[in-house]
């Protein structure tokens, strides 16, 4: 991504960072205009992540780029306080689209989640059955799940207690109607998808003079600069 905002002379990479504290302290050394991340990674809950970034750098607007399922994160990512989000494996062209109407102030988000928000005004569409009903915390629980982890790395990953993970999984199964732990593990693996689920694949972020910031790897940080 560093590469592709690079090419466009409007913009200037602050910085790259691996890792939250990392990305953080970039955050903190450069104000970029837009900072490029991708939050849902196994080691915290991105949704809180991102609530916290907006609330702390009020005037540096928030690009999520992740491989998540844009249908279950994104309008919870827009409603924490990200001002876009982008699929990664969108083209580059839909990337710099992205970031200029960011840039101007305006949310982004993609054709599909554009339509789907339509047909929900309309009444038409929802998310998967009993989603939309779980807390950004208990999704983040349930991601986890889709991705096989055990409770007790739950419990770290989150820095929550066993007890809790567990009283999650109860609710998590109240709400979406399932009898037992083993139809909890299917249902998640099958809405969210064990393969997309907190994808570890390294990738780059960047910022640019407008400031975007991108940490490589586990997390991608972009900051953009003007």
Known sequence: MAAIIGRDKRYQICGSAHGFFDSGELVRQYRPDILLIEPFLEDRDGILWI????????????LVVSR?????????A???????????????????????????????????????????????????????ALS?????????IAAARRPGEIAKELSISCK??????????????????????Y???????AGEVHARLRHNGDVARTRIRQ????????GIAR
């Open 164 to 185: 809790t993970v567990t009283t999650h999984f109860e609710h998590i199964k109240q709400k979406m109607g399932y009898a037992n732990a083993e139809q909890l593990k």
């Open 78 to 132: 827009l409603h924490a306080g990200a001002t876009g989000y982008w699929m990664k494996n969108g083209s580059p062209e839909e990337l710099m689209r992205a970031v200029e109407k960011v840039m101007a102030g305006e949310i982004y988000a993609s054709p599909s989640i554009t339509a789907l928000a339509i047909q929900r005004f309309a009444h038409r569409a929802d998310l998967p059955k009993g989603l939309d």
């Open 68 to 76: 998540q399922s844009e249908h279950v994160f994104a309008e919870r």
């Open 215 to 222: 940490p490589k790897a586990k997390a991608g940080y972009a």
């Open 51 to 62: 609530k916290e970034l907006a609330m702390e750098y009020p005037h540096t607007r928030i």
């Open 187 to 193: 249902g998640a693996r099958e809405l969210l998808g």
């Open 136 to 144: 950004d915390r208990q999704l983040a629980v349930f991601s986890l």
